[in-house]
Structures are given as structure tokens and as C-alpha cells.
């Protein structure tokens, strides 16, 4: 269960929820108001474009759909595991993570819309980096599971079940940290456009290097 996750956990959602939703604010705000967090509403675009879209079009929302699932892909090949514990190659994948935040920017800023692949693939990886263990599965570059997690929560709390504080804390700060990337993206966005990329491509390699650094000083070993 969420309860035994370690402490340190809920720092790293907050911040990589932080990531999340400011990313998808600059995509819904510069990449053709695309969604780039989360494959719904692309899908969603995509099936509607087979009707009305053009060929191109299509091909382009394919190539996002496909991006994220190859960065899920690529968290699966370098985690390789359903335990969350320090011994697991996350410094390595939130770096790469970064490098492709950072492909976005460029390519953005040059005018190619393959950063919106990049982009994909950076949120597909980031989803895929909290794994299942013991039975708790955390996601972080969106909401609708949290809440359907939350809802289910507070039912079964009218049922009488015991209120589970830890799980609620979670999931606060997850969508807190969601919330309030979407604003920072968005303000961002306003000022810097796609130079807005920058920020949450910084904040990742920070996380990777505070992750290093604290697996060192943990004394453990792969």
C-alpha cells in the first residue's frame, strides 16, 4: 500500500506532477492547443481528425500518441522493476527526461514541430518512473486517476472504512503540484514563450542530481 512508500516520495511527486503540468500549459498554449502530458485528449483529436482532419494532421497526432508510448517504453527498459527504491536507475531517467525537455526547446524555437515528439516522449518516460508497489500505482502527468482514486477513497470512508491520511497527502500534493505547474507554465508561457521549456527541463536535471546524490550518501549500490 501507499503507506509504505518511502517518506521522500512525496517531495518527488509534487515536483514531478510540477513538471507535468507545466509542460502540458506551454503545449496547450503553444503546441496547437495539443495536450502533450497525457494521450486522452490527443486521442481524442485523433479520432476526430480521421473525419475531418488532414492526412498531415493525422500523421502528426499519431507520431505524439506513439512518442509517449515509446518514452513509457523507455522508462520500462531502464527501471526494469515494480519496487520504488533508491537501488533503481531513476537519476538516469530523470536525466534523459531533461535532455528531451531541452530537444523541445530547440526544436520549438527553431519552428520544428518534432518537439512536440520530444515532448511526448519526455512526459512518457516521467509517467512510467512511478511504478506500481504493493498494489499503489502513482502517476504524475495527470489527474483523472488521482481523482478517481480520491473519490473511491472518501467512498469507502462513508462505508466506514478507515480514513488512509497518507494516501490523501499524496494525492494532495500531486495534484497541488499539477495545478500549480500549469500556472507557472502558463505565466511562463506569457513571458518567455517557448524559452518557458527551460524551467522544468532545469528542475528534472535538479532532481536527478539531488536523486545521485542521495543514493551515494544512502551507501547503496546497484
Known sequence: ??????????????????????????????????????????????????????????????GVLFSFFVGAGLSGYLLHGTQLKLSRRYDIALAAESLLIFASFYLLSEGSFYGHFTASLACGMQN???TTYSGAIVRTTHLTGIFTDLGIMFGSVMRGKAFDKRKA????????????????????????????????AVICLALAILYRVHYRKSGQHK
Request: hydrophobic share 55%.
Open 169 to 200: 497527502v499524496l494525492f494532495g500534493l500531486i495534484i497541488a503540484g499539477f495545478v500549480t505547474g500549469g500556472t507557472s507554465g502558463a505565466y511562463l508561457f506569457m513571458l518567455l514563450q517557448f524559452q518557458a521549456l527551460l524551467v522544468p
Open 1 to 62: 500500500m501507499i503507506s509504505k512508500l518511502p517518506k521522500w516520495i512525496e517531495y518527488g511527486a509534487f515536483v514531478l506532477a510540477f513538471i507535468a503540468g507545466c509542460i502540458n500549459a506551454i503545449g496547450l498554449l503553444g503546441f496547437e492547443h495539443q495536450a502533450v502530458s497525457h494521450v486522452s485528449g490527443t486521442a481524442t483529436l485523433f479520432g476526430t481528425s480521421m473525419l475531418s482532419g488532414s492526412f498531415d494532421e493525422v500523421l502528426h497526432l499519431a
Open 128 to 130: 512510467a518512473l512511478a
